[in-house]
């Protein structure tokens, strides 16, 4: 009964490869993010979906593209993944933006 | 920058223990919010207090804020191994996000 889930938990790739990393919510919440954690454990928000609707798309390189078929996913597609790529990133969802959030078990991707 | 930053940012302490640790933010908030990692583990909710809350516990858990202060503290009591974990503070204001802080290392040894 995983509340958020993600796939893959590790990712290893080459740099200039596309990925995609997926993310669903079985708690019938109506937001979803994305977060990436650095080496450093530095948590920074990367976009926001209100009901399929983008809410927040922060300063994020265009290689990134996040696409929510429906409330329950929300994935991740990077596309020519560079070195500075290399970090862990969560999925998370909430009821409603201000309220708690519930992570995904993240993944962990690595640019070779 | 980081709106919210946690201080100590580690903690080493016996079981039996308490473990203080204490977060700074720079703007208005609506909310704060406390969150623990286990290593290699996502983010899990602990406790959400409210601008106009000054304090508010759970289990062993007790959250304070001092809106005037800018600043929160989480106590937790009595620790444990098991509560061993990365500790953020993360705050909701009017920029329609959660920011979080860097995090408090708490080790809780045997």
């Known amino acids: 009964d995983t509340a958020v889930s993600q796939t893959p938990k590790y990712l290893v790739t080459q740099m200039g490869n596309d990925k995609s990393i997926k993310c669903e919510q079985n708690l019938g919440h109506d937001t979803m993010y994305w977060y990436k954690q650095d080496s450093k454990k530095f948590l920074k928000i990367m976009f926001s979906y209100n009901n399929k609707e983008l809410i927040i798309n922060e300063t994020v390189p265009n290689r990134f593209s996040p696409k929510s078929p429906d409330k329950a996913h929300l994935n991740l597609h990077i596309n020519s993944l560079e070195l500075g790529d290399s970090a862990v990133y969560f999925c998370?969802?909430?009821?409603?933006?201000?309220?708690?959030?519930?992570f995904g078990p993240g993944t962990r991707l690595t640019v070779l | 920058s980081q709106q919210g930053e946690e201080d100590p940012q580690a903690l080493s302490i016996q079981e039996g223990e308490n473990a203080t640790m204490n977060c700074s933010y720079k703007?208005?908030?609506?909310?704060l919010q406390w969150y623990r990692q286990n290593s290699g583990r996502g983010l899990v909710h602990l406790i959400l207090?409210?601008?106009?809350?000054r304090e508010k516990h759970s289990g062993r858990l007790r959250v304070t804020l001092d809106t005037s202060k800018k600043s929160s503290s989480l106590l937790i009591t009595a620790s444990r191994a098991a509560d061993t974990a990365s500790y953020f503070c993360a705050t909701w204001g009017s920029w329609g996000k959660l920011q979080f802080g860097a995090g408090t290392q708490v080790v809780v040894t045997p």
């Open positions: 998370a969802s909430s009821s409603l933006p201000l309220h708690e959030q519930f």
């Open positions: 703007t208005s908030i609506n909310n």
């Open positions: 207090i409210r601008s106009n809350e």
